[in-house]
C-alpha cells in the first residue's frame, strides 16, 4: 500500500483507505474463522512514529497497583484516590496501541504460581527481536488482591533485562523496586513505597541513588478525596547531581462523574489534561491534550473505543493534531484460544505508513 500525503485532496482519501483496508480484512478473516470474541487490550501508546523504542508487555499496567477499582463507601466515607500514575488511564486506555511489523506473543500459565510467555517481532523499522517474559505471582487466599504479581521479569535477545519486584508489606503499604539494564548497562534501579489510606494516597519514590557520582532523583505523590468524585493532590520531583540541583511541583486534578472522568495536571514543565467518557455499552471516547515547557510543543488527541458484540470484534481508532491517524481491530480467534490484531497508522504530515498485523496464543 502506498501513501502520498501532498496535497490536502489526498489526504481525506488515504485516510479512507486506511480504514476501509483494515476493516475489509478483518472481516474477511472473521468470515474463515467463525465466531469469536471481543477482547480489551493491554498498555496503550498515543504517540507513533516516535523515536521511542514502542512499548512492551513490561508497560501494561498491572492489575491491582496502579488501577484499583475505585467505588462509593456505603458507609458514607470517602473512596480511596488510587495511585497518581493512574489519573489518566481512563482515557489512554482507549487509544490503540501501535501495531508495526509482525508480532507473535504466546502466553504459558504453568500454575497457580507461574506464568510465562514468548514474543517475536520483525519489524521493518526497528531490530527484530525476541522477549522472554515470567511472572510469578503470590497466592494468598485471605488476600485482597490474590492476583498481585511479587516477581516479574523480562529479558529480550538483545540481553536487556527488566525486573519489578512488588510486595504488601501490609494492608495498606506497598512497596516495589524496579531494576533495568540496556544490554550490559545498568539504566534504572529504583524503590518505591506507597501508603493508601482510607481516603488518601501517599508515595516516595528514589531512583537512581549513585553515591560516588552524589546523584539522585527523589519523586513524592500525594492524593486526597475532597468529596464524592473530586480527588485533589500534587507531584514533587527532586533530583540532585555534581553540576545542578532542582525541583519540579505538579499539581493534580480529577473530577469524576457516573460515566465520564476530566483530569489534569499541571506545573513548571507543562501541562497534561484529559477527558474521558461512556457514551453507552459499545461506544468509549477520549480526548488529551499535552504541552511541554522543554520542547515547547502542544499535542491534541481524540481516541475512540467501538465494540461490536454482534461481530465480538474491538474497534480503536485515534487521530492527533500532528496529522497522524490510527487504527486497530482485535478479534478472537475462537474456539482457538488466540486473538488476531491488524492495525495502521499513517502519518500524513511525515508522509509514512505502518502497517501491523499481531496474534496472541493463549
Avoid at 501513501?3 to 480504514?19: A, E, F, I, K, R
Avoid at 490474590?146 to 536487556?160: C, H, K, N, R
Wanted: some cysteine; proline content about 5%; charged content about 15%.
Amino acid at each position: 500500500m502506498g501513501v502520498n500525503c501532498v496535497s490536502p485532496q489526498g489526504y481525506l482519501y488515504n485516510t479512507v483507505c486506511v480504514c476501509v483496508c483494515v476493516c475489509v480484512c478483518v472481516c474477511r478473516c472473521g468470515a474463515l474463522m467463525g465466531s469469536v470474541l471481543a477482547l480489551a487490550g493491554a498498555g496503550r501508546q498515543n504517540w507513533p512514529f516516535s523515536s521511542d523504542t514502542p512499548p512492551t508487555q513490561w508497560d501494561t499496567p498491572l492489575p491491582h497497583w496502579d488501577t484499583p477499582p475505585r467505588w462509593e463507601r456505603r458507609d458514607g466515607r470517602l473512596p480511596n484516590p488510587g495511585s497518581f500514575h493512574a489519573l489518566h488511564h481512563s482515557c489512554k486506555d482507549v487509544f490503540p496501541q501501535q501495531i508495526e511489523g509482525v508480532k507473535m506473543m504466546v502466553n504459558k500459565t504453568l500454575s497457580s504460581f507461574f506464568k510465562a510467555s514468548h514474543t517475536f517481532h520483525l519489524s521493518a523499522v526497528s531490530p527484530s527481536q525476541y522477549r522472554f517474559h515470567v511472572e510469578h505471582r503470590q497466592s494468598d487466599s485471605h488476600g485482597k488482591d490474590t492476583d498481585s504479581p511479587v516477581l516479574i521479569g523480562e529479558m529480550d535477545s538483545s540481553g536487556s533485562l527488566n525486573a519489578h519486584s512488588l510486595l504488601h508489606l501490609s494492608e495498606r503499604i506497598r512497596a516495589k523496586a524496579v531494576f533495568q539494564t540496556q544490554q550490559a548497562q545498568f539504566m534504572t534501579w529504583q524503590f518505591e513505597t506507597e501508603y493508601r489510606g482510607s481516603d488518601f494516597t501517599a508515595a516516595v519514590t528514589m531512583a537512581n541513588p549513585d553515591v560516588l557520582r552524589e546523584s539522585v532523583i527523589l519523586v513524592a505523590h500525594f492524593l486526597q478525596s475532597v468529596c464524592s468524585g473530586l480527588v485533589l493532590g500534587g507531584e514533587l520531583v527532586y533530583h540532585r547531581g555534581r553540576h545542578e540541583e532542582g525541583g519540579i511541583l505538579t499539581l493534580a486534578g480529577q473530577y469524576s462523574g457516573p460515566n465520564w472522568v476530566a483530569t489534569l495536571n499541571a506545573g513548571k514543565g507543562g501541562a497534561h489534561a484529559s477527558y474521558y467518557h461512556r457514551a453507552n455499552k459499545q461506544i468509549q471516547v477520549g480526548v488529551e491534550f499535552e504541552a511541554s515547557t522543554r520542547t515547547q510543543e502542544t499535542t491534541a488527541s481524540f481516541g475512540y473505543q467501538m465494540e461490536l458484540p454482534e461481530a465480538n470484534m474491538v474497534f480503536r481508532g485515534m487521530v492527533n493534531s500532528r496529522c497522524i491517524i490510527g487504527g486497530v481491530l482485535e478479534k478472537s480467534l475462537s474456539p482457538l484460544p488466540a486473538t488476531l490484531l491488524m492495525g495502521a497508522f499513517v502519518n500524513h504530515r511525515g508522509d509514512k505508513l505502518q502497517v501491523g498485523l499481531g496474534i496472541n496464543v493463549g
